[in-house]
């Protein structure tokens, strides 16, 4: 585990920046559907968007069409499903699928699976599943044990815990491998790479981060590759607002100093 320093600082210099939803930009709600990211929130993405040439991404567990909307009217680059879909800066998609009879035949067991256990639901991606038990934890250990019985009958299966969630998905489909990916190209290439997140299932971003010399940030308690940490999301929003205010200000001078070397030489 990485040193946790109590706040990040004011970062300067190129940078790319990626952001889990729930739990980072967003308040963990009782049920999935009820999540928001307010709407000053939105406005600041997109400030930090433009202020990065576009090098900024949503990374999340949730599919890409549920990131568009919580994103709303705003339009960035994003990994869905922990990045079994990802969709590039030129809105270019990468997706990552399952054997259809799989999915169909997973879809199937899990739904029976489920029903058994009052208080769980099963929200089915496509290529991956989601077995919540935020309204039932006392399900948690034979939520568990099922899906560890199913990637062990299924080798094209990881299992991947969350607060409150076991997602079923892809082999070799994290969010480290998304960010990965998006470090490999326009606008992000070349930059240095700054990740926040809340939850187990972006301990393999940090990883990745961390191996390219960039920031992580872990919000909430908890063990962490992180490197610095934030307490809850309302301090992201915090900490976040100061960050722009610091990046708009440091290019605001550059671009006084750029016009001024130009009025300078104008004169020699």
């Not at 990131?67 to 969709?87: Q, S």
């Not at 599943?129 to 080798?155: D, G, N, S």
């Amino acid at each position: 585990m990485a040193e946790v320093v109590s706040v990040p600082p004011l970062l300067s210099g190129n940078l790319a920046f990626f952001f889990d939803l729930d739990g980072t930009l967003a308040e963990i709600k009782p049920h999935p559907d009820q999540v928001y990211i307010p709407a000053a929130v939105r406005t600041l993405l997109q400030k930090m968007s433009v202020m990065s040439d576009g090098a900024l991404a949503l990374i999340s567990g949730r599919s890409m069409a549920e990131l568009d909307k919580l994103a709303t009217p705003f339009h960035f680059p994003l990994a869905g499903v922990h990045g079994a879909e990802r969709r590039d800066i030129n809105d270019k998609t990468h997706i990552v699928t399952l054997p259809a009879p799989l999915v169909k035949t997973l879809h199937e067991e899990l739904s029976v699976a489920l029903a058994a256990l009052p208080g769980t639901e099963l929200e089915a991606k496509g290529m991956a599943f989601a077995l919540h038990y935020r309204q039932a934890p006392e399900a948690e250990e034979a939520i568990m044990l099922l899906a560890q019985t199913l990637t062990e009958r299924y080798p094209e299966l990881a299992l991947q815990p969350g607060k409150c969630v076991v997602e079923l998905k892809p082999l070799g489909i994290n969010k480290g491998a998304a960010i990965r990916a998006f470090m490999q190209e326009a606008p992000f290439l070349g930059r240095t790479p700054v990740f926040i997140g809340d939850d187990l299932t972006d301990e393999a971003g940090f990883k990745q981060v961390n191996a390219l010399g960039g920031v992580t940030v872990k919000v909430g308690a908890g063990e962490t590759l992180a490197t610095y940490r934030l307490a809850n999301v309302r301090m992201v929003y915090h900490w976040l607002g100061k960050l722009t205010h610091h990046i708009e200000e440091q290019q605001k001078t550059e671009t006084l100093r750029g016009e001024d070397y130009e009025s300078l030489s104008g004169s020699l």
